[in-house]
């Protein structure tokens, strides 16, 4: 018996001991597997595990005094190339990498407490690009992104058209020494009564006039203009920010824009919900296909979405992929999305090609719209 029992409890201490073995193997496989997550997660929030585009190929044309032509051909480029081409993000250098392998459109560039930080931002995107980033800026006059060390006319304090044409002028001279190629203004709303200063004095002729001579010095300096917020009364009703917004608009309110078709390079479509003059049938203005199609009838210029994060077109929607898709469905040609995670943006090229692949998106439009991006870059594509 005595011999049995000892038996008994060495085969005990042996299992007991191989059961604890198991243990401890489940617990690191365990915590293997969770550092595994954790590492893989961090990487893929820094874009990491996000695939480069290949490198654009340019034929070497030359032109009669032997300059190169920068050329780009359509074809070379991808359709998840095209598709970042449309989009503008927030210039963050902690995203430096990512939006560099996906190839995007464009970074925007919020204030900084140096102009040296600008400028060695701008050189850092820039190095080694193939298509240069459009670098953007909202410079108005009183929202000022280089505020921490220099100011400029308010727009509301201009008072005719020499004052609107140098305020352009010296706007432009400024921009374009920092490397900055697009700037997201005038406002040609009629009025400002959230921010008091972003609109010109006058009625709708005045302020097409001032902003006419705006653009014309801005663009003489080589820095895009987007006149904005199309189709008006941004400024009246409540902030696009914050909320859902809608507006009955005028002929006035649209006047702007009619005016300033054959010369401003861009025009932002705003997140209100219209009737009136032009109608949105409902639905935010920047996703309208009707909106869109009546406004591409008139002008032939970009045209850019205002920033898809503001609550005036997010709370529209119960998911951001049909937010997505009917941005491009509608017909911007470039879209400001300022969400800081690489991966999403990602994922939003990767749904509308899907979408294109499935004819849901036109590849023509996409063509069209990039071609146009590339035109305003300087290239001449075939």
């Known amino acids: 018996m005595g011999k049995q029992k000892n038996i008994k409890g060495k085969n005990f201490s042996k299992a007991l001991g191989h059961s604890l073995q198991l243990q401890i193997i489940f617990f690191f496989l365990l ?17 990491w595990l996000i695939p480069s585009q290949p490198e654009v190929q340019m034929p070497a044309y030359f032109g009669e005094g032997a300059e190169r032509i920068n050329t780009i051909r359509l074809s070379d480029l991808t359709l998840e190339q095209k598709i970042a081409q449309m989009i503008i993000v ?66 509301s304090m201009i008072s005719n058209e020499q004052e609107a044409l140098g305020k352009g002028v010296d706007e432009g001279t400024y921009l374009a020494s920092l490397g900055i190629s ?15 200063c972003r609109s010109f004095p006058g009625d709708e002729t005045e302020i097409s006039r001032l902003a006419g001579a705006y653009i014309a010095g801005l663009q003489s300096e ?3 203009a987007t006149a904005k917020h199309y189709p008006g009364r941004t400024l009246v009703i409540g902030d696009p920010h914050r909320q859902l917004v809608t507006a009955v608009i005028s ?10 078709v054959n010369q401003t390079s861009g025009i932002m479509v705003s997140h209100i919900i219209v009737s009136g003059a032009v109608d949105s049938e409902g639905k935010p203005a920047v996703v309208s296909k009707k909106i869109m199609d009546n406004l591409k009838e008139q002008y032939p210029g ?27 469905k509608a017909g911007n040609d470039i879209i400001l999305n ?32 990039v071609t146009k991006i590339l035109d305003a870059k300087g290239f001449v594509v075939e």
């Open 31 to 47: 915590v293997g597997s969770i550092i595994t997550l954790l590492v893989f997660s961090y990487f893929q929030s820094q874009g």
């Open 90 to 155: 927030h210039g963050g250098l902690w995203n430096i990498e990512p939006w560099k392998r996906m190839q995007i459109g464009g970074i925007h560039i919020f204030a900084l407490e140096k102009e040296e930080l600008f400028k060695e931002t701008i050189d850092e995107f820039q190095s080694g690009m193939s298509i240069p980033f459009f670098i953007s800026v909202d410079l108005e006059g009183c929202k000022n992104p280089f505020a921490n060390f220099k100011d400029f006319t308010a727009a």
């Open 182 to 196: 697009l700037n997201f203004a005038p406002v040609v709303d009629l009025e400002d009564q959230i921010w008091k």
């Open 222 to 224: 080589n820095v895009l």
């Open 251 to 260: 002929a006035a309110d649209i006047y702007p824009y009619a005016a300033l």
């Open 302 to 328: 970009l045209i850019i979405s205002d920033e898809v994060n503001m609550l005036g077109l997010k709370n529209y929607y119960s998911n951001l992929d049909q937010m997505y898709l009917d941005l491009f």
């Open 338 to 369: 300022f969400n800081e995670d690489p991966q999403e943006t990602y994922r939003m090229i990767l749904l509308i090609k899907k979408a294109v692949e499935n004819g849901e998106i036109s590849s023509e439009q996409i063509d069209n719209s």
